[in-house]
Each structure stands twice: as structure tokens, then as C-alpha cells.
């Protein structure tokens, strides 16, 4: 029987318990092609913590699949929506960090738990890549820098060993993301409502939320010794709502926690903030990261 030519996807899988705020749904793209022990390729969207929609990148997606040959899922994630127009104080504690990331830890563990199930099956859950794009690039960094917070306690909840999902994880793409969000707020004055809405108005929060203000575990609660994923930073020169020192410091910071040195920084013209995830440099860098990565 010949292989569809397009990736085959499945829609809206239910990820975690939905309520009327909080947003739990997935989809999955799975390649054409037959590629044997298939990787899962998961993409974490931006929308400064308050916009965004797993449905505005299907085409990253399919592109994505096909040009890697692995399987991808894009989900969507609790948005911090301020509850009276044009207050941003209005949002409820309960919508902000950490709420974002330990949405996608939750995702992360289902797909780890579901990865036989017939719709989704056809990736191995111990070989995952996280992309985070923006305020996605935050979320990912804290789940591959903090597993103690936002990973373990999915685990727990899932009857799973310490260390499982964050061993799962075999690297991360950041794109042009934010990884301080304190000096984000300092270089641009005007992001004030989103960052009050994703956060609160606690410097506190800003720090806790800043994967370059981690300090990292030494060891999981099983005494397992804390390791980074291969890591790669991409930014376009081009982007015009997020500084390139966003990208250089996160750089600097990560080869400290990383003894390997296996962290690396790339910087091309692949348009603004938003367009260049659609370019087809784009899904060639992200290509190259993960092939690289998973013949290593």
C-alpha cells in the first residue's frame, strides 16, 4: 500500500482535565514516510503567555514532519486572560506562571504515557525535542532547566520514575525566546500589561519565571545526577519584538550549566519575530538540530 503523500494528522486530543479557562488539547502530525524509531517533536507556541493557539501552525507542523520525518505535536496551553478588558491586574492567579509551563509538563507526560495509544503511536516516547517559539522558548527552557519544579511532580502523578520525562527529553530549540523576563521588561517598557498578566506584579515572579535565573538541580529527588539536553538558541536579526541579547546571555548562562559545552547559539536572516516560522530556513535549522542530535 503507498504511503499518503501529506502527514497524517489527529486533532484535539484532550491532554489534562479542560475547564471553561484552561486550555488542554493537542494535535499530532505523523509523517508520510515509514521512518523506523521515529522521534516526537513537540512545539511550544508564543503570544506573550496571553494569545496564541495550537491552530495557527499547522503548516509549521507538516512541514516539520515531513522534513524531519518524525511525529510533531503542538498543543495549547492555559493563556493568562485578563478577566476585565484592558486591566492586566485582572488576570487570576491561578492563569499565570507557573500555570503556562506546568500545562505543558502535563502534556508532555501524557504523550510519554500514551505514545502506544492507537491514534497517537508511531513515536518513541524516550527520544522527544521540545521547540519553544518566544514565550514558548521560556516554557521549554524551564522544563529542560528545572525538572525538579514543573517534571517531577507530573511523574509522581503518573506512577512514573524520577527522571523519566526529563531523560525523555533529548533536546531543546529555543527561538527567539525569553529567557529574562525581568530585563525583557527593562528593555521594553511598553510589554508592562502582558508581563503584569502572565506573572502578577511581583519582581518575585519575574526572577522565578526567567529560566537564566535558575539554579539548576545537582540531582533528581532519586540522586540521579542532573544532565541538560543538547540545546540550541536560533534568533533572527531580523526580529523585531525580542532583543538578540535575550539570545547571547541565555547562551552564556546555559554553558555553565552544561559540562558538556553541548550548547549552541545560531543567529540568521530569517525575517521578523513572527514570519520567519514559516520560512524553509526555519524548518531546515530545526531539521539539523534534531538529526544531528539523534545520530549523536
Known amino acids: 500500500m503507498q504511503a499518503s503523500s501529506a502527514p497524517r494528522v489527529i486533532n484535539d486530543i484532550v491532554y489534562a482535565p479542560v475547564s471553561s ?5 493537542l494535535d499530532i502530525y505523523h509523517p508520510s514516510s515509514a521512518k523506523h524509531n521515529r522521534s516526537l517533536i513537540v512545539f511550544v507556541h508564543g503570544g506573550a503567555w496571553r494569545t496564541g493557539d495550537k491552530s495557527g501552525f499547522v503548516d509549521l507542523a507538516k512541514n516539520l514532519a515531513e522534513s524531519t520525518g518524525d511525529t510533531v505535536a503542538v498543543l495549547s496551553y492555559t493563556l493568562s486572560i485578563a478577566a476585565v478588558k484592558d486591566d492586566p491586574t485582572s488576570v487570576p492567579p491561578r492563569a499565570q506562571h507557573p500555570k503556562h509551563v506546568q500545562d505543558v509538563a502535563l502534556a508532555l507526560g501524557y504523550l510519554y504515557t500514551h505514545a ?4 497517537v503511536s508511531g513515536y518513541n516516547p524516550k527520544h522527544i525535542y521540545l521547540v519553544g517559539h518566544s514565550a514558548g522558548g521560556q516554557i521549554t527552557g524551564l522544563l529542560g532547566l528545572r525538572p525538579d519544579l514543573y517534571l517531577e ?4 502523578q503518573l506512577g512514573l520514575p524520577h527522571g523519566t520525562l526529563h531523560s525523555a527529553i533529548r533536546g531543546i530549540v529555543g527561538v527567539e525566546g525569553i529567557y529574562n523576563v525581568d530585563r525583557l521588561l527593562k528593555v521594553w517598557p511598553s510589554y508592562r500589561d502582558f508581563v503584569v498578566q502572565g506573572f502578577g506584579e511581583h519582581p518575585d515572579a519575574l526572577i522565578h519565571g526567567s529560566p537564566d535565573q535558575q539554579e539548576v538541580p545537582s540531582v533528581s529527588a532519586n540522586g540521579v545526577k542532573f544532565a541538560l539536553p543538547h540545546y540550541a538558541i536560533i534568533q533572527s536579526n531580523q526580529d523585531e519584538l525580542v532583543d538578540a541579547a535575550q539570545a547571547s546571555d541565555y547562551y552564556a548562562y546555559l ?8 550548547v549552541e547559539l545560531e543567529f540568521g536572516d530569517w525575517g521578523t519575530h513572527d514570519d520567519m516560522l514559516q520560512t524553509a530556513q526555519f524548518t531546515k535549522t ?5 538529526q544531528r542530535w539523534s545520530n549523536s
Open 21 to 25: 479557562w484552561e486550555k488542554h488539547h
Open 116 to 119: 502506544s495509544d492507537p491514534d
Open 153 to 156: 511532580p507530573v511523574e509522581a
Open 286 to 290: 530545526i531539521t539539523k538540530y534534531i
Open 255 to 262: 554553558q555553565t550549566v552544561s559540562p558538556r559545552k553541548d
